[in-house]
T-cell receptor
């Protein structure tokens, strides 16, 4: 079974802090993704990566950056957290243009 | 651009009722279509998928048929259980270009005993 783990299930940060969300997968998939999930909006793509050190902006990249130094690890960085970044963050991994496998999510609250 | 439209919820049903959750899509090319399910407090799990027109995906009693003529992928189940209570997301993946999924807004299903 594909396993996708995220560093925290719940996280509380203060406005202006730098926040790191980490995702690790164990199936050697080339593609990794970060989404945020908000009620009524579904999942929206923040960034994705199709190879080590490669990244592509998704639909809502503003206020975020990413890092992929190793194939199995994809980090989402909030450079200066703001209250409107309070959300559920979901990491996913997959091959080619097929289905994706999701981690359990990190619920981030920015105060 | 690509988009997926789902019926708004919540959908509230009694146990053993018939379920339909509507999903329509807009996309160029020949996308693959998916239904994901999210149980409370968990991440998304793939429920079923279909990769070409007229394909039927099925799993755990759920079914959906890829209808290219109506650009639809409606989810159905003949007899729901309380354990089916969750949020259901319809999604598509294009066969070229960006590799990410495009999701609908999700439909919450509540099944009462």
């Amino acid at each position: 079974d594909v396993k996708v783990t995220q560093s925290s299930r719940y996280l509380v940060k203060r406005t202006g802090e730098k926040v790191f969300l980490e995702c690790v997968q164990d199936m050697d998939h080339e593609n990794m993704f970060w989404y945020r999930q908000d009620p009524g909006l579904g999942l929206r793509l923040i960034y994705f990566s199709y190879d080590v050190k490669m990244k592509e902006k998704g639909d809502i990249p503003e206020g975020y950056s990413v890092s992929r130094e190793k194939k199995e690890r994809f980090s989402l960085i909030l450079e200066s957290a703001s209250t409107n970044q309070t959300s559920m963050y979901l990491c996913a991994t997959g091959t080619s243009y097929n289905e994706q496998f999701f981690g359990p999510g990190t619920r981030l609250t920015v105060l | 651009g690509d988009s997926v439209t789902q019926m708004e919820g919540p959908v509230t049903l009694s146990e053993e009722a018939f379920l339909t959750i509507n999903c329509t899509y807009t996309a160029t090319g020949y996308p693959s279509l998916f239904w994901y399910v999210q149980y409370p407090g968990e991440g998304l799990q793939l429920l079923l998928k279909a990769t070409k027109a007229d394909d039927k995906g099925s799993n755990k009693g759920f079914e959906a048929t890829y209808r290219k003529e109506t650009t639809s992928f409606h989810l159905e189940k003949g007899s729901v259980q309380v354990s089916d209570s969750a949020v259901y997301f319809c999604a598509l993946s294009r066969d070229t270009g960006r590799r990410a999924l495009t999701f609908g807004s999700g439909t919450r299903l509540q099944v009462q005993p």
